[in-house]
């Protein structure tokens, strides 16, 4: 089962930014933070992961609290392409086996 | 941009026949996964594979099921009698060393 908890759903207006809060309360020291999401009928696609510093890429940044209990995704201009379920997911080594929980269903209104 | 590629995009198979799923990981990958979807529900992990064997699987991956890398390009799936519950959607993913995991499109299968 997946260690991470996470809100059900969410709505977001076209080009703000979407903030996506999930919990890791049972996070080891050395699991590091995931971030995957599934956009309707297509393969799980890798967004962003870090383990204490907050991280930037093209396509999100994450932040994580200084106690590393919570994350938060930040999609900084949401688009209508960003509509899908987010997952945040714990792990030890990027190799490992992925565990998808609920996710969070983010819905981007126009 | 590189990315994963798997063959066919559906498959459609009549109970106790075996299929074989297809997938090209990118090219520089060491590390293969196949994962798969059942209508509605959760992506579900099957198997991992590295340096040319089985690193872990699920409890899903009986005896029905095998893995291969044929040569250096593919990674193969193989269910070998089929049944009415492997109907689904199977994604196969890859990555590199301590990186994120990389799916590919999905194969849908149904068992009739």
């Known amino acids: 089962d997946a260690k991470t908890t996470q809100p059900t759903s969410m709505d977001c207006a076209e080009g703000r930014a979407a903030n996506l809060p999930c919990n890791h309360s049972t996070i080891s020291g050395n699991e590091y933070v995931y971030w995957y999401r599934q956009i309707h009928s297509q393969g799980p696609q890798y967004i962003i992961h870090g383990l204490k510093n907050n991280e930037t890429n093209e396509m999100a940044s994450l932040i994580i609290t200084e106690d590393r209990k919570s994350s938060t995704l930040i999609l900084p201009h949401a688009t209508l392409r960003d509509t899908a379920v987010y997952y945040c997911?714990?792990?030890?080594?990027?190799?490992?086996?992925?565990?998808f929980g609920t996710g969070t269903r983010l819905t981007i209104i126009p | 941009e590189p990315e994963v590629t798997q063959t066919p995009s559906h498959q459609v198979t009549q109970m106790g026949q075996e299929v074989i799923l297809r997938c090209v990981p990118i090219s520089n990958h060491l590390y293969f996964y196949w994962y798969r979807q059942i209508l509605g529900q959760k992506v579900e992990f099957l198997v991992s594979f590295y340096n040319n064997e089985i690193s872990e699987k699920s409890e899903i991956f009986d005896d029905q099921f095998s893995v291969e890398r044929p040569d250096g390009s593919n990674f193969t799936l193989k269910i070998r009698s089929t049944k009415l519950e492997d109907s689904a959607m199977y994604f196969c993913?890859?990555?590199?060393?301590?990186?994120?995991?990389?799916f590919g499109p999905g194969t849908r299968l149904t068992v009739l």
């Open positions: 997911i714990d792990l030890v080594f990027g190799n490992e086996k992925l565990t």
């Open positions: 993913a890859s990555s590199g060393y301590g990186l994120g995991q990389f």
